[in-house]
């Protein structure tokens, strides 16, 4: 391994670790404004997450996917679409 290559894999996992704390950074602080918002209007949050959600699941069933697939896009619809509002209103 020549000291190229060490460099540019210390350079590498540095980057890594820039990543890593970016997206932990975004991650508290949407999920304070998460937190937030859904203890100050719960009836809001839930349906901001549930009617999304299954929206989603129902369209990918519809369209052929697999009940555990649709279920995870789901869930990642509702929760992607509840942390937008979160961030707006919370």
Known sequence: ???????????LGLA??????????????VGKAAVSY?????PQAVGFF?????LATFVAT???AGLPLA???G???GLAVFLLVAMELG
Do not use: N
């Open 62 to 64: 519809f369209f052929g």
């Open 38 to 42: 859904a203890r100050r209007k719960p």
């Open 50 to 54: 549930a009617v999304p959600g299954g």
């Open 16 to 29: 890594a670790l820039a990543v890593l704390a970016f997206v932990g950074i975004v991650a508290k602080f």
């Open 71 to 73: 279920m995870g896009l």
């Open 75 to 77: 869930m990642i619809t």
């Open 1 to 11: 391994m020549s000291a190229g290559e060490v460099v540019l894999w210390v350079l």
